[in-house]
């Protein structure tokens, strides 16, 4: 296949050209321009993935669940899949605090640095904690209570819902497993019918990614430095050693933790993987959203890596709701980074008690731009350290966000490999 048919190119090529208007948009003085005439597509791209998510998600997880031969077989892929799930989700945030830790990136802000980050972002920091106010006064099964809906058509017209949408689905899938086949059969013709065409909406809605694509990425880097392009660079020079700890995190757990499940526990080559899943991670880095992009990452996983529609079905959109392990790892990191810039130590129990709030937090993580930064607040508060101190990481949290999305697919995409090749499903 020639090189310019392929759609990964000219995605790559729409993140160049973003990135490359988004810093000539802020030294010309173009942000009214980028916001009333740029930023609009990428609205438009992200906004139809999200149309497409609820109805896929229904459609793929309860034919997927129906065409299981009995209930046992449910229960045995869906405990892999989850095992998997919290096992990776342990090993970033022990991976995030290890380097943390040692690099030990907070003893390198300045004080008046920390003092002017602090007060640029105090506004935004405070609607944040407003938020996780309201978040951190539910009770400790609030979590469990809110997956389960009054009302399936109010679940369904929210993406941030995702979670009941999943338990929705699989609860029509099993009962569809129990009642007669005769009785059926016409409501699997439907949702058959309706993944199939949703899957084609998908391929449809990827023609104009690369547009997208570069709309997204302009206005990220527009909102960020504004008209000013040294307020990006300086921001930048601040956090760069932050950042470049999240990043490295985040680089290792994808190459030793996914590389090593790839290589020693599947019989997928590392470069059919990584071109399988390139045109997802790269939606996943613009729209910095798991759920937007869950679309293209089934068609990658069932078209290009040989995931059978039956696990690919089930363990994606699962993936999609509770697997969210870079936004685990940059939670750990951000919280022990803050507190090392304020001056607070954190014992052995305090990280361990971090560890175990990020991997429930995860779980119950909207699959949404920044939806962690709400989670991240509950954990400082958890330990002893002041929520404020978010202002010192939200100029660059979108950045972060972008990039933590991408490993959360790609975690996704490798533990479907895992399941599909251990019941057998993994076309070679």
């Known amino acids: ?63 997927g669940v129906a065409s299981l031969s009995d209930t046992r077989k449910l229960a045995r892929i869906g405990g892999k899949t989850i095992l998997i799930y919290v096992s990776t989700t342990v090993a970033a945030l022990i991976i995030g605090l290890l380097l943390v830790n040692i690099i030990r990136p907070g003893d390198t802000v300045p004080e008046e640095v920390r003092l002017e980050l602090q007060a640029g972002y105090s506004d935004m920091a405070e609607e944040r904690q407003e938020s996780a106010a309201s978040a951190q006064e539910r009770g400790p099964l609030q979590a469990f209570v809110d997956m389960v809906p009054r009302n399936i058509a109010a679940a369904a017209s929210n993406n941030r819902n995702m979670l009941q949408v999943v338990l929705i689905s699989i609860l029509f899938g099993i009962a569809l497993l129990l009642i007669p086949k005769e009785k059926a059969k016409p409501m699997l013709g439907f949702f058959d019918s309706l993944t199939a065409v949703v899957i084609k909406i998908v391929e449809i809605i990827m023609w104009i990614a690369p547009l997208g694509v570069f709309a997204l990425l302009a206005d990220t880097v527009s909102l960020i430095s504004g008209d000013n392009l040294n307020e990006l660079w300086s921001l930048l020079g601040a956090l760069g050693f932050y950042m470049l700890v999240v990043l490295a995190g985040l680089v290792i757990h994808v190459i030793v933790t996914y590389g090593s499940i790839l290589k020693f526990l599947t019989p997928m080559s590392l470069k059919k993987f990584i071109m399988g899943i390139a045109p997802a991670q790269l939606v996943a880095f613009s729209t910095s959203s798991s759920g937007a992009t869950l679309p293209v990452t089934m068609d990658r996983a069932e078209n290009h890596l040989g995931v059978s529609e039956e696990v690919s079905s089930f363990v994606l959109p699962l993936g999609a709701t509770i697997n969210m392990d870079g936004t685990a790892l940059y939670q750990a990191v951000a919280a022990v980074f803050i507190a090392q810039t304020l001056g607070i130590a954190l014992g052995f129990m305090d990280q361990l008690e971090i560890i175990l ?27 002893g350290v002041p929520a404020a101190g978010i202002a010192l990481i939200l100029g660059v949290d979108r950045i972060l966000d972008m990039c933590r999305t991408v490993c959360n697919i790609t975690g996704d995409a490798t533990v479907a490999t895992l399941v599909a090749s251990s019941e057998g499903q993994l076309e070679k």
């Not at 090529?13 to 942000?31: N, P, Q, T």
């Not at 980028?34 to 906004?47: E, R, V, Y």
């Not at 709030?357 to 330990?383: D, R």
């Open 1 to 63: 296949m020639n090189w310019y048919k392929q759609l990964h190119v000219w995605i790559i090529l729409g993140l160049v050209f973003g990135l490359g208007y988004g810093i000539l948009s802020a030294a010309m003085g173009w942000g009214e321009f980028t916001q009333a005439w740029i930023s609009p597509f990428g609205d438009i791209f992200l906004n139809a993935l999200f149309m497409i998510a609820v109805p896929l998600v229904l459609g793929s997880i309860i034919t």
């Open 357 to 383: 709030l990020a991997l429930l937090a995860s779980i119950g993580t909207a699959a949404v731009p920044s939806a962690g930064i709400i989670m991240l607040i509950i954990i400082l508060q958890s330990v």
